[in-house]
């Protein structure tokens, strides 16, 4: 009996509308995420680091410590290095895609936003209905007498 109250309550919680939005909105903007960096790899990046004089910042670091070669010209230790280009692509891809969703909200946003009306001035009440008029008028008669 606990196991099917268990399996229920999951049920329950997995099928409630934000849960399942949520998912949906993870995986679209998974998608979107691996088109904007597409864009920015792809379309963005080469004509900037052209007018910078041909860098690819993906290939921009430091090394700390050169890699050692053997005399046989195997690789004994790999380099060590600060890969500072790597991070400079993640953080236009970040800003570009951030820039991207700002502007797709911005778009939503003014497309479902109603236009606020001036608030009306408030309605008359409604006439009484002959009951209430009869009940108004026994006890006016009651108070009088």
Do not use: C
């Not at 864009?39 to 004089?53: H, Q, S, T």
């Amino acid at each position: 009996m606990g196991k099917s109250n268990l399996l229920q309550e999951f049920k329950t919680f997995a099928m409630k509308g934000n849960v399942v939005d949520m998912a949906v909105g993870v995986i679209i903007g998974g998608a979107f995420g691996k088109i904007v960096s597409s864009v920015v790899a792809d379309i963005i990046m080469p004509p900037l680091g052209l007018l910078i004089g041909g860098v690819n910042f993906t290939d921009l670091k430091w090394v700390m410590k050169p890699a050692e070669i053997a005399a046989d010209g195997k690789e004994v230790a790999a380099a060590v290095a600060l890969n500072y280009g790597n991070f400079l692509q993640a953080t236009f891809d970040f800003l570009i895609i951030a820039f991207s969703i700002f502007l797709f909200i911005k778009l939503i946003n003014r497309l479902t936003h109603k236009k606020e009306e001036e608030p009306a001035a408030p309605a008359a009440p409604p006439a009484p209905t002959k009951e209430e008029v009869l009940l108004t008028e026994i006890r006016d008669i009651l108070k009088k007498s």
